[in-house]
Structures are given as C-alpha cells and as structure tokens.
C-alpha cells in the first residue's frame, strides 16, 4: 500500500534563518506531488507541484522553493524565513486523487 | 473558471444528530468528486470519491451524493459523534493537474 511521510512535524525557526521540509511517498511510481500550506482556520493554498523529477510548477509568488530530487522525494525550501512564512504545510501524492501526509507546524519567530 | 463552493461555512449541532453539508462546483472537464475529513492540525483524510457515474457512496456513517447535472454534492452525517468534529472539505478533479477545493465546513459536535 501507498503510504506519504512528512517531517517533520512541528517547527520553530527565527526569522532570516533557512527552510527544508522533506516528504517522501512509498509504494507508488512516478506520482504527481503537491505542497500546500494553510493558514489557521483557512482553506488549502497550493504553493508547487510537480509532474516529474526536476519538474517543478510554482502556483504562488513566494519565499519559497520546491525540488523533487527523486521520484518520490518533494522538498520544500527557503533561504530566509519570513515571518508571513508560518502556517501549517502540507505535503500530498496523487495518481488518481490526492493523498495527504500529516503536515508540519512552522513557526517563524 | 473551475470553482467549488461550500456550505455552510461553520455548523454546530448536537450529538447524536444528524447534518448535512453541500458543495455546489463548476468544474470542467470533471473527472470526481472528494470528500476530505481534516481534524485539527492533521492533513485531511479521504471519506468517499465519486466520479460521473456515481450518485451515492457511503463510508459508515458517512454518505455522500453526487448529481453531475446540477453539479451539486452533499455529505450527509448521521448520528453524529464528537469525533466528528473537523473541516470537511470537498474536492474536485478534472482534466488538470490542479485539484480544486473548497474552503471547507467546520462542524462542532457539542455533547
């Protein structure tokens, strides 16, 4: 069976300092990957995906960053956090329709 | 433009009752229909998929509908428990590789 990691699950940067959050899927082939990130008490914000190794589709003006290095390996990165940076992010696979892992708590202080 | 809308925004009902939440979408090409459960600061869990043909699934005490000419779908809870307290977000895909969500109902079951 499929099954998605995330991690990690909580964390607490300064501002200006660097991102990297690392999902990884198992069990599937050449999945499509998504990052969203959702604000407290707000809807999903897709910020990437990606169709393919190296292949990268920013949806959103950010600080950000993704690159998929390996098949079923989707990084999330900054090189200097914001403080609008914070929220709740969300890692997701889809072949058929989409599978979320458990999401990281980031807060920029 | 491809479009889910959810109502209502927040529900509070007793336990025990039932309640239903719809999600009215203007999706095209439309390939189906999710239902998400996301409990707090969780991601959010699959309940049903339905795609064109489907007019009903249910997953326990879960039902959901789908009518593909009105392009209305509707999660209907019976017997609601405290567990069912989350956001239920309704998701739908097409011929992209964008899904498209809606904003979510958050529903409170109170004892």
């Known amino acids: 069976s499929q099954t998605i990691h995330q991690w990690p699950a909580t964390l607490v940067q300064p501002v200006g300092s660097p991102l990297s959050l690392e999902c990884t899927v198992e069990?599937?082939?050449?999945?499509?990957l998504y990052w969203y990130r959702q604000a407290a008490g707000r809807g999903l914000q897709l910020l990437f995906y990606?169709?393919?190794?190296?292949?990268i589709s920013s949806e959103v003006p950010q600080n950000l960053s993704a690159s998929r290095p390996q098949d079923r390996q989707f990084i999330l990165s900054s090189k200097k956090l914001l403080l609008s940076d914070s929220g709740f992010y969300l890692c997701?696979?889809?072949?058929?329709?989409?599978?979320f892992g458990n999401g990281t708590r980031l807060t920029v202080t | 433009k491809n479009q889910v809308e959810q109502s209502p925004q927040s529900l509070i009902i007793l336990e025990g009752k039932n309640c239903t939440l719809q999600?009215?979408?203007?999706?095209?090409?439309?390939?189906?229909l999710r239902w998400y459960k996301q409990d707090t600061g969780r991601g959010p869990v699959s309940l049903t998929i339905?795609?064109?043909?489907?007019n009903t699934k249910s997953n326990g005490r879960y039902t959901a509908t789908l009518d593909a000419d009105t392009k209305q779908s509707s999660l209907h809870i019976t017997a609601s428990q405290l567990s069912d307290s989350a956001s239920y977000i309704c998701?739908?895909?097409?011929?992209?590789?964008?899904?498209?969500f809606g904003r979510g109902t958050s529903l409170i079951v109170h004892p």
């Open positions: 997701a696979w889809r072949i058929a329709s989409l599978h």
């Open positions: 069990g599937t082939s050449n999945p499509n």
């Open positions: 990606s169709i393919g190794i190296d292949q």
């Open positions: 999600c009215n979408y203007t999706v095209s090409p439309f390939s189906n």
């Open positions: 339905m795609t064109f043909s489907e």
């Open positions: 998701v739908t895909s097409g011929g992209s590789y964008i899904p498209t």
